[in-house]
Every structure is written in C-alpha cells, then in structure tokens.
T-cell receptor, first 115, second 120 residues
C-alpha cells in the first residue's frame, strides 16, 4: 500500500527567508501524481503545486517549487521569500494513475512565519 | 473558479442524533469525496463517489453513510452521532475523465471550507 510521510510536524521560518518542507512516499507504481496542499487557519484547503511523476522537470508556481527525486521517492516543497500569508498547514499527497486510485495524504506540517 | 460549498461551518449535535452534512459543487465534477480531519492524523477518507447514485467506502466508513442523488450534491450522514465523531469534515470534488489527450487528468481535488462538528 502506498504511504506518504511528512517527518516535520511543525516548522518555523523568518519572514523573507526560504524554507523547505519534506515529504517522502512509498509506492511500487511508476506513474502517479504528487501534490502539495495548503490549509490556512481559515481551513479552506487549496492546491499549491502538483507534479506528474513522468515529468522530469520540477514544478514551480511563483515562490513555490518542488524538488522531486523519483528514485529516492522524495517530494519536498521549497517556499522562497516567505510571507506571513504562507502560515498554514501543508499536506503532501499522492495519487496513483488509475481511475479508481484514491488520494493519500500525509499528516501535515504546520508552518509558522516569524515576523 | 471552482466552488465547493458545505452547508454549515459549525455544528453542535447530541449523541444519538442523525446528522446530515451537505456538500455542493458547481463545476460538474464527477468525483466527490468526504474526509475527516483530526490533529495528528491528517485527512482520512470516509466515502467517495465517482458518479450519481454510486458510492465507495474509504478508509474509515464505519458509522457513516452517504447519498448522491444529483451530480453536484454529496451528502454525508451520521446515522447516530457519537462523541468520537467530533471532528472537522471536509468535502472535495474533482474531474473524473482523462481529458482529450488521454494522459493529462484534472485530478486536482477542490475542497470545501469544512464543517466543524461537535457531538456532545
């Protein structure tokens, strides 16, 4: 069975600094999707970034980028120039390629931004 | 913009009551999901549905049922609420097909704002 592990329950970063959230996963599949979701204190979960496993290039979305290491089964999220609005719970998630595959979430990392 | 709405942000119920949580999406998504979120446990899938009148058990279906009579609406039912069902409940939806190229899939899940349920 696939699993997603986020080893850092909480992290803190100074405003304007860079922070990296780690995520590892376990799967025997070769094609799949990986996601980072953000849940601010208002609780609406939103997608931050997504990566298709067949793509070599790391996904980026403005200040958010990932370091996807397929062989190591690692999918870390880098946030550059951290802002107060980045404070949230971040969930890493995995989904297989097949129609019936369910999305599997990690337990989350709570990120604090220090002014 | 995709919009997923849930009927209540906060709900307080008594043990033994029947509880209905409603979720509506406006993007014609085939797939809909119910999760519960608890501190230290992340999100756990309760039930999901890939089509109208279709439902599949997730990882923790015990004590819950669902209904999907219309494509845009997915209801979670607690037949007899218990204190261990106090939690945050999140609804999500996503597209179901593989898109025009057969490869790219709109599998991003769009979440509702959540319902915080307290069972006394």
């Amino acid at each position: 069975a696939q699993t997603v592990t986020q080893s850092q329950p909480e992290m803190s970063v100074q405003e304007a600094e860079t922070v990296t959230l780690s995520c590892t996963y376990d799967t025997s599949e070769s094609d799949y999707y990986l996601f980072w979701y953000k849940q601010p204190p208002s609780r609406q979960m939103i997608l931050v970034i997504r990566q298709e496993a067949y793509k070599q290039q790391n996904a980026t979305e403005n200040r958010f980028s990932v370091n996807f290491q397929k062989a190591a089964k690692s999918f870390s999220l880098k946030i550059s120039d951290s802002q107060l609005g980045d404070a949230a719970m971040y969930f890493c998630a995995y989904r297989g390629w097949n129609r019936d595959d369910k999305i599997i979430f990690g337990k989350g990392t709570r990120l604090h931004i220090l002014p | 913009d995709v919009k997923v709405t849930q009927s209540s942000r906060y709900l307080v119920k008594r043990t033994g009551e029947k509880v209905f949580l409603e979720c509506v999406q406006d993007m014609d998504h085939e797939n809909m999901f119910w999760y519960r979120q608890d501190p230290g446990l992340g999100l756990r899938l309760i039930y999901f549905s890939y089509d109208v009148k279709m439902k599949e058990k997730g990882d923790i279906p015990e004590g819950y049922s669902v209904s999907r009579e219309k494509k845009e609406r997915f209801s979670l039912i607690l037949e007899s609420a218990s204190t261990n069902q106090t939690s945050m409940y999140l609804c999500a939806s996503s597209f179901g097909d593989r898109g025009p190229h057969g490869l790219e899939v709109q599998e991003t899940q769009y979440f509702g704002p959540g319902t915080r349920l307290l069972v006394l």
